[in-house]
C-alpha cells in the first residue's frame, strides 16, 4: 500500500512540475511580457526598461527556473497590476473560492446521489429519463448561461435571493448551483451505475432472502458500497469545479481566486496568473492524488492491478 | 467576445423585463449605487490608467483648473487665476480656505510637492506622458506657485484639468502613493470612508466642500461603488434594484433596458475616435497599402452613416480626421472627404491593377459587430478581408512589430482635449506610427511646441489635411458610451467619457 501511495506521489509531482512548466511556457510565449506591463501608449524606451529591469532579457530557461524556485518557496514575487505579493492576494482570496468550491460539491451531490438512486431503482423507466434529461442539461448548459438565467429568476423576478456579491452565505446560494450543477452530470451516472450493479449482486439478494426492509437493503447495504467510488469521483470533480470558479465567481462578482484570474488576464498580471493556474492545477492533483489512494485502499486490486 | 455572449443575455433581459416589478431605489437612503466593470490598481489617481480610477479621482480630488463639459472653457477651480510668464513657465494664484478631507488646509506647498513628485521618473507614476512634460513646480509664496515645462507645452492647462489631481503634501509624503490608495485624502465633493480593494470603494458627500467650486454642489449623500466586472450581471442588478447606475451598456444590452419600465437608458458621445491604420513605411505588411488608389478605394468604400444607424449609435459622429472633433486643434476644414462610393472605389482598385480585388489580413480587437460591418463593405467592392480579431494588447504588439499593416485602432486621447494627445500618438513616428510622413511630423511638431493658438491650429490643419489627401488612415467615427440608471436618477452624461456623479440628483 505504502509502495503505491509513494509511486502515485512521485507521478503527481512529476504531473506538478510539467503543469508548473506549461504554465510558464503559455504565458511567457504568448505575448510580449514587457510590451503588456509598459500599457497604453507606452514609448519604445519605457518597454526596453521595463524588459532589463524585471530581467525579461534573460533566455527563458534561467528564467523558469528562478520563478520555479522562488514558488516552491511559496514567493510568486509581486503582482504588477495590484504592486502586493502575489501570495497574499491569493491567501485573501481563497476563502472564498473554497467555501465556493465545498457548496457547491454538497450541493451537486445532495442533488445527483438521491437522483442517481431513484434512476437505479427504475431503469429505463420515466424516471430514469428524466434523471438522464437533466444530467445532459448540466452537461450541455454553458454555465454562464445558467448563472444568468438563475439570477433573473431569484434575483430579479423573485427577489429571493441576492444577485451578486459576496457579504453573506446567502450571495453563495446562487454561484453554488450553478457551478454545483455541472458536476452533477458525472456523479449521477456513477451513482447509478454503481447502484444497479450492486443491487444485482449476490449479497443484496441474501439481504433481501433474509427478509430485511427494503430501505434498509438499499441505504444500509447497497448504497454505501455504491458510493465508495462516487467519493473519489467527488474529490476530482471538486478540483474541476475550481477551474470553473473562473467563469462563476466572474459572473457573480464573488471575490475568489477565479475573480482574480479573470482580472490578472485582463491586466497581463503574469505572476498572478502563473501562480492561481499553478495552485489550482495543484489542488486537483492532490485531490486526485488522495482519491486515487483512497480508492486503493477501499479496493485492494486497484494497488495490486 | 462571441456575439451569442452578448446576444443571448440581451434576449433573456427581454424576456425579464416583462416580469420587473420597480426597484427599491437608492433614493429611499440617499444612496447611489452604482458598479464599474474594472478595478483600478490603486485609486491614487497616479497609479493606475484605467477609465474606473479616473471617474474616482475626479470625485475625490480637484484640479488647479476645471475644464467646464458643456463650454470647454477653462474656469478657477483650486487656482483661482493663471497666466504665462514665458514660454515654458504658468503662474498659478491659489484658492485660499480650502481645506483636504483631513483638515489639512491647501495651499501653495501640496500643488509643489504633488507635481514635483508625480513627475519624478523614479516615482514611476503609471502614465508619464501626464507628468514628463512638467521640469518642476516651484513655490513663490504661500498662496502663489509656477510651474516650468521642459519645452514650450501649450496643452499643460489641459493636463491640469485633467488628469493632475492635488495631494495634500504632509500626508502624501507620510504615506506615499500605497497609502494615498488604501485610504485617499482630497479635496474633492466625495470622501472615501471605506475601501476593500477589488469589491467595494464607500464614499460620503464632503460637507466642508469649497463653495466656490466650479464642479456644481452635490446632493446624494453617499455613493457607493461595487465592483461587478460582467456586464450582464451589472444590467441584472440594475433590473433588481441592487444598482442605480451603470456604465458602457452594451448597444444589444442598451435597447433592452430601454424596454424596462423603470430604467433610463442615455448615450452619450466619447472622446475615443476609431479609424484604420494602414501602413505605408518601409516595414510594411501590406505592400498593396503603399499604393494612394488602394486606400483611397477603402476610404469610398464604408458607408459610415450607415453604420451610425445600425450598428455604432447615432449619437456617434462621423469622422473625417484622425483626432477628436472637440479637440483643440482637430479640424477638418480643407480636409479631403470621402464619401461612400463603392464605384468609385472599384474604379480606384481596377486602376490599380486590383480589378479582381485581393486578399488581406485585417485586424481588430473591440466592437466585434462594427468589425463586421466593415468587412462586409471592403468584400463588396473586392477587397476580402480576413479577420484577425484579438485582445488590444496583441494587437499593439502585431502593429509594433510591423505584423499587421491593416486593422481598425481606437484611441480615447486619456480624455485630453488637445490634439497633442491624439493624432501625433500615431502620426509621430513613435511605435505605433505605421506611414512615417516627415511632412507631417514637422507639422504635428510645430503644433506640440508653439504656445501660439494660431500656429498650432494652422499646423495641426495642414498636418490633417496631408493625412487626408494621402488617405494614411481611414477616420471611421467617435465611439458613443451607453448609460443606464434608475428612471429617479437626473444624470446627465458628456462626451468626455467622464460622469459626474456629483451633478446627479434624484427626482
Known amino acids: ?37 509598459a500599457g497604453e501608449g507606452a514609448t519604445a524606451e519605457a518597454i526596453d526598461s521595463i524588459r532589463k529591469q524585471y530581467g525579461f532579457d534573460r533566455p527563458l530557461v534561467v528564467r523558469y527556473f528562478d520563478w520555479l524556485g522562488h514558488a516552491a518557496m511559496g514567493n510568486f514575487g509581486d503582482s504588477l497590476y495590484f504592486r502586493t505579493p502575489v501570495s497574499a492576494l491569493v491567501a485573501e482570496r481563497m476563502p472564498t473560492t473554497m467555501i465556493l468550491g465545498t457548496a457547491a460539491i454538497a450541493f451537486a451531490l445532495l442533488l445527483s446521489i438521491p437522483l442517481g438512486v431513484l434512476a437505479a431503482l427504475k431503469p429505463n423507466s420515466w424516471v430514469d429519463r428524466l434523471t438522464l434529461t437533466i444530467a445532459v442539461i448540466g452537461q450541455a448548459m454553458p454555465t454562464f448561461w445558467f448563472a444568468l438565467l438563475l439570477m433573473f429568476l431569484f434575483g430579479v423576478t423573485l427577489k429571493v435571493l441576492p444577485i451578486s456579491g459576496s457579504d453573506t452565505w446567502q450571495h453563495f446560494i446562487l454561484p453554488s448551483i450553478a457551478l454545483g450543477y455541472y458536476a452533477t452530470p458525472a456523479i449521477m451516472r456513477l451513482t447509478r451505475s454503481g447502484m444497479l450493479e450492486v443491487l444485482e449482486s449476490d449479497y443484496i439478494r441474501t439481504a433481501r432472502a433474509k427478509g430485511l426492509r427494503n430501505a434498509s437493503v438499499l441505504f444500509k447495504h447497497a448504497l454505501r458500497n455504491a458510493v465508495a467510488p462516487v467519493v473519489a469521483l467527488a474529490a476530482v470533480q471538486l478540483g474541476f469545479l475550481l477551474g470553473g470558479s473562473v467563469v462563476i465567481e466572474t459572473v457573480f462578482a464573488l471575490n475568489g481566486l477565479g475573480y482574480l484570474a479573470w482580472e490578472a488576464i485582463v491586466h497581463n498580471d503574469f505572476p498572478v496568473v502563473q501562480a492561481v493556474v499553478l495552485l489550482i492545477s495543484l489542488v486537483y492533483i492532490v485531490l486526485t492524488l488522495l482519491s486515487d489512494v483512497a480508492n486503493a485502499w477501499l479496493d485492494p486490486r486497484i494497488r495490486i492491478g | 467576445m462571441p456575439a451569442y455572449r452578448t446576444l443571448l443575455p440581451a434576449a433573456l433581459l427581454a424576456a425579464a423585463a416583462a416580469f420587473v416589478q420597480p426597484a427599491e431605489a437608492g433614493k429611499r437612503d440617499n444612496t447611489l449605487r452604482v458598479a464599474f466593470d474594472q478595478v483600478p490598481e490603486s485609486i491614487d489617481a497616479y497609479f493606475n490608467n484605467i477609465r474606473a480610477g479616473v471617474i474616482l479621482a475626479h470625485h475625490i480630488w480637484d484640479h488647479l483648473v476645471y475644464r467646464d463639459p458643456k463650454t470647454n472653457e477653462y474656469k478657477p477651480s483650486l487656482a483661482t487665476a493663471w497666466r504665462q510668464v514665458d514660454d515654458t513657465t504658468l503662474e498659478f ?65 489641459e493636463y491640469l484639468a485633467g488628469p493632475l489631481v492635488m495631494y495634500p503634501n504632509e500626508y502624501y509624503a507620510k504615506v506615499g502613493p500605497k497609502g494615498m490608495s488604501e485610504k485617499p485624502v482630497g479635496t474633492g465633493p466625495y470622501m472615501v470612508t471605506e475601501y476593500q480593494p477589488g469589491r467595494l470603494i464607500r464614499m460620503k458627500r464632503n ?236 507639422l504635428l511638431d510645430a503644433g506640440d511646441t508653439s504656445v501660439k493658438p494660431a500656429v498650432r491650429q494652422v499646423a495641426y490643419k495642414n498636418a490633417l489635411k496631408r493625412i487626408a489627401e494621402q488617405a494614411y488612415a481611414a477616420p471611421l467615427y467617435s465611439l458613443p458610451v451607453n448609460y443606464g440608471f434608475t428612471k429617479d436618477l437626473a444624470f446627465q452624461p458628456y462626451p468626455d467619457e467622464l460622469p459626474r456623479l456629483w451633478e446627479a440628483r434624484w427626482k
Not at chain 2, 494664484?93 to 519624478?120: I, M, Q, W
Not at chain 2, 521618473?121 to 513663490?140: C, F, H, L, M, R
Not at chain 2, 450582464?232 to 444589444?252: H, K, R, S
Not at chain 2, 444590452?253 to 475616435?273: C, D, W
Open chain 2, 93 to 157: 494664484d491659489l484658492r485660499r480656505g480650502v481645506k483636504f478631507h483631513n483638515g489639512e488646509p491647501f495651499d501653495a506647498d501640496d500643488v509643489v510637492y504633488t507635481l514635483n513628485f508625480v513627475s519624478k521618473p523614479e516615482n514611476k507614476s503609471t502614465t508619464q506622458q501626464n507628468v514628463n512634460w512638467i521640469a518642476g513646480a516651484d513655490k513663490i509664496d504661500q498662496y502663489k506657485v509656477r510651474i516650468r515645462t521642459k519645452k514650450p507645452f501649450p496643452a499643460a492647462i
Open chain 1, 1 to 37: 500500500m505504502l509502495q503505491y501511495a509513494l509511486k502515485r506521489s512521485v507521478l503527481a509531482l512529476l504531473v506538478a512540475l510539467t503543469v508548473s512548466l506549461v504554465c510558464f511556457l503559455l504565458v511567457n510565449l504568448s505575448t510580449d511580457v514587457a510590451t503588456a506591463m
Open chain 2, 207 to 442: 460637507p466642508d466642500y469649497f463653495k466656490d467650486s466650479p464642479k456644481p454642489r452635490a446632493t446624494i449623500e453617499n455613493i457607493d461603488v461595487r465592483l461587478i466586472p460582467d456586464r450582464n450581471t451589472q444590467a441584472a442588478e440594475l433590473m433588481g434594484g441592487g444598482l442605480d447606475w451603470i456604465y458602457n451598456v452594451e448597444p444589444d444590452m442598451a435597447k433592452q433596458l430601454k424596454g424596462v419600465p423603470n430604467l433610463s437608458v442615455a448615450s452619450g458621445e466619447s472622446m475615443r475616435i476609431a479609424f484604420i491604420q494602414m501602413a505605408t513605411d518601409e516595414k510594411s505588411p501590406t505592400p498593396v497599402l503603399k499604393d494612394i488608389r488602394v486606400r483611397k478605394a477603402i476610404n469610398h468604400a464604408i458607408d459610415r452613416p450607415a453604420m451610425l444607424k445600425t450598428v455604432v449609435g447615432e449619437t456617434a459622429r462621423v469622422l473625417h480626421t484622425v483626432c477628436f472633433p472637440a479637440q483643440f486643434g482637430c479640424s477638418d476644414e480643407g480636409a479631403l472627404r470621402y464619401a461612400y462610393d463603392p464605384a468609385k472605389a472599384k474604379a480606384l482598385l481596377a486602376e490599380a491593377g486590383y480589378a479582381n480585388g485581393f486578399d488581406i489580413d485585417f485586424y481588430a480587437y473591440r466592437d466585434r459587430q462594427q468589425i463586421e460591418a466593415i468587412i462586409g463593405y471592403l468584400r463588396a467592392v473586392g477587397i476580402r478581408a480576413n479577420l484577425r480579431f484579438m485582445q488590444f494588447v496583441a494587437y499593439r504588439d502585431a502593429v509594433r512589430e510591423h505584423k499587421a499593416g491593416f486593422g481598425v485602432a481606437t484611441w480615447g486621447s486619456f480624455s485630453v482635449n488637445d490634439v497633442s494627445a491624439s493624432t501625433p500618438v500615431y502620426f509621430k513616428f513613435e511605435a505605433d506610427d505605421v506611414n512615417r510622413d516627415q511632412q507631417v511630423r514637422d
